[in-house]
């Protein structure tokens, strides 16, 4: 059964959130909707506060006449990648696509600040955190899980995705869990340092295409600078 839209918005937007990027001041809320699993106007309210992906949600659910931003097949479009993107088109500039990858690499400042010598490593770091990437799990070790995944790279011109390397995430805070174990071998969504949900081969899939897509994107346009 899929997980309702509104809790897997949660679910992908709670980083950012804890992290004071985007959304509501009470990070707290989200949280607890995020292990409640409750569906309300409240979550909706909350949702509507993230100004960087609520547009993309509506414009989505509006150009595939999804009635519900949150429905699950448009929250999943947004973050990972689903059908509904093929609906919808490519919008935006140089065929950008209303993903989460293409605020990332496209439409947020941080590419065209790799080449500045004082603030380039920041830049490479935040592009990294902030794109959704994924990972298989080696551990589980309670509220943190070691999962092996694919840096983001930059050699001066290009970026690219380096080799596997291992990183702790966390899965949980103060005994506050929205997932549940995982088990070696699972592939997950990451999003900052925070483990976002389980993904299948399709959402895995998904998930890398459309990273890569805009990925492309943005090096195009780092060739021409």
Not at 2 to 26: E, H, K, S
Not at 130 to 153: F, H, K, M, N, Y
Not at 165 to 177: H, K, L, N, P, Y
Request: overall charge neutral; glycine content about 8%; charged content about 20%.
């Amino acid at each position: 059964m899929n997980t309702p839209g509104p809790i897997l918005f949660v679910r992908y937007a709670l980083a950012p959130n804890r992290l004071g990027y985007c959304g509501p001041a009470d990070d707290s809320a989200l949280l607890s909707y995020g292990v409640s699993g409750t569906v309300d106007d409240g979550l909706r309210e909350l949702a509507r506060q993230f100004e960087g992906a609520w547009p993309f949600l509506e414009l989505i659910a509006a150009k595939t006449g999804i009635a519900d931003p949150l429905d699950h097949r448009v929250v999943e479009a947004y973050w990972l990648g689903n059908p509904l993107l093929t609906d919808v088109g490519t919008p935006f500039r140089a065929g950008g696509r209303p993903h989460h990858s293409f605020q990332v690499f496209c439409a947020y400042p941080w590419v065209d600040r790799l080449a500045d010598e004082k603030s380039g490593a920041q830049a490479l770091h935040v592009l990294d955190q902030c794109r959704i990437r994924w990972g298989r799990v080696i551990a589980d070790t309670a509220g943190q899980v070691v999962v092996e995944s694919r840096p983001l790279t930059w050699d001066g011109r290009q970026l690219a995705l380096g080799s596997p390397r291992q990183e702790t995430v966390i899965r949980s805070v103060d005994g506050r869990d929205l997932l549940g174990p995982l088990h070696p071998g699972d592939w997950v969504s990451l999003h900052w340092q925070w483990v976002c949900d389980r993904l299948d081969l399709v959402r895995l899939t998904a998930l890398r295409d459309h990273s890569a897509y805009h990925l492309a994107i943005a090096n195009r346009r780092l060739a021409l600078v």
